[in-house]
């Protein structure tokens, strides 16, 4: 009778380099706001990658300045620093 409303993919991409200590920042927000969206329902379903800037020179051209950068479905979200309810509010549609 009801069908369960799949919950959409999003995909999360943190763009740093090793030693890079704004990027470990980062990690730790997005990881954060993810492990509290986890269950919650209607959440979106996140795929989280890292890339390495310093392994992609077209990456590097473009973002050698700005990291850590999180895309949010391949558009960028935020560089240097995240915030978290901005993050989340992004993930999830939600008015701040």
Known sequence: ????????VRRVTLIGKPGCHL????????QG?????????????VEFA????LEDAELTAKYS???PVVLIDDEVHD?????AD???????GAKR
């Open 1 to 8: 009778m009801f069908r369960k409303r799949e919950s959409p």
């Open 79 to 83: 560089f240097w620093r995240v915030d």
């Open 33 to 45: 706001v993810l492990a509290g969206l986890e269950g919650t329902r209607g959440a979106p379903v």
């Open 86 to 92: 901005r993050f989340r509010s992004a993930l999830t």
């Open 23 to 30: 990027c470990d920042d980062a990690r730790g927000v997005i």
């Open 50 to 53: 890292e890339v390495n800037l």
């Open 65 to 67: 300045e700005d990291i």
